[in-house]
Structure formats: C-alpha cells, structure tokens
C-alpha cells in the first residue's frame, strides 16, 4: 500500500512540474508587476540586454479603478498609456496607448527600463497589474 501511494505521489509531483515548466516557458515577466496610476512609483521594470529588440506592457485583466465612491471593474484600456525611461540616462520613450490591452515598443537600446503607466482620468486611479514580454 505505502509502495503505491509513493508511486503515485511521484507522478503528481511529476505531472504538476511538468504543467508548471510549460506554463513557466511563456515570456511573460516573472514576477508579475502592480502598478498603480497617479503613485508617484515606478510600475515595473526591465533589463534589455540586446540592442535592438522589443519590449511589449501587456495588462494582466481585470483591472479596477478606484474614486471617492468605492472600486470598479475598469475595462476602458483607451485610456491608458504606457512608457518605457532609461534608468542611467533618464530618457523616455513617448506613451504608447493601451487601448488593447498591450504595447510594443521596438528597436530598444540595452539598458534597464523602468516602466510608467499614466491614466487620462481625473477623478480616479487605476490599478492592477502586467506582464513585461521580449516578443
């Protein structure tokens, strides 16, 4: 009996590693990042080490805004906007609109880059949190 439940043991330990290594091998970041608009914080950060490449924000649905009245689902992504900053040089790339939820940004330099999100809203923040992706 012992002998079995240790067979079996191992192959749930088995197949839940192998489930676990072929979700992990998605380029998606690790970990994930919470960001909230109009903190005053860095919602990410990334290490680019091959000149030239992409960089894509992916929001990680859902999303919620927070107002004076209470928390909501947040679905309207148009009015989003993302950038990427050098950390050494400070230089930032121009927001790019998440309206579907994502954003490339091409032919990046090496260098780490911090991530800013803004919302175009004016009574409320969004938070929640993305992925940061080389496509």
């Known amino acids: 009996m012992n002998k079995t439940v240790s067979i079996?043991?191992?192959?749930?330990?088995?197949?839940v590693t192998a489930f676990a290594v072929g979700v992990g091998s998605a380029s998606a970041s690790v970990p994930r990042y919470s960001f909230?608009?109009?903190d005053g914080k860095w919602d990410g950060f990334i290490g680019n080490e091959n000149n030239g490449s992409s960089i894509q924000i992916e929001l990680v649905k859902p999303l919620y805004s927070k107002t004076g009245s209470g928390i909501k689902?947040?679905?309207?992504?148009?009015?989003?906007?993302?950038?990427?900053?050098n950390?050494?040089?400070k230089a930032c790339t121009t927001f790019h609109n998440l309206s579907s939820g994502e954003s490339?940004?091409?032919?990046?330099?090496?260098?780490r880059y911090n991530v800013d999100?803004?919302?175009e809203l004016s009574s409320a923040s969004?938070?929640?949190q993305l992925d940061i992706i080389f496509p």
């Open 73 to 85: 689902k947040f679905t309207d992504y148009s009015k989003l906007w993302v950038r990427l900053c």
């Open 126 to 128: 969004i938070f929640g």
């Open 36 to 38: 909230q608009t109009e």
């Open 87 to 89: 950390e050494k040089t």
């Open 8 to 15: 079996l043991s191992v192959c749930a330990i088995s197949a």
């Open 104 to 111: 490339t940004f091409t032919n990046m330099k090496t260098g």
């Open 117 to 119: 999100i803004k919302d």
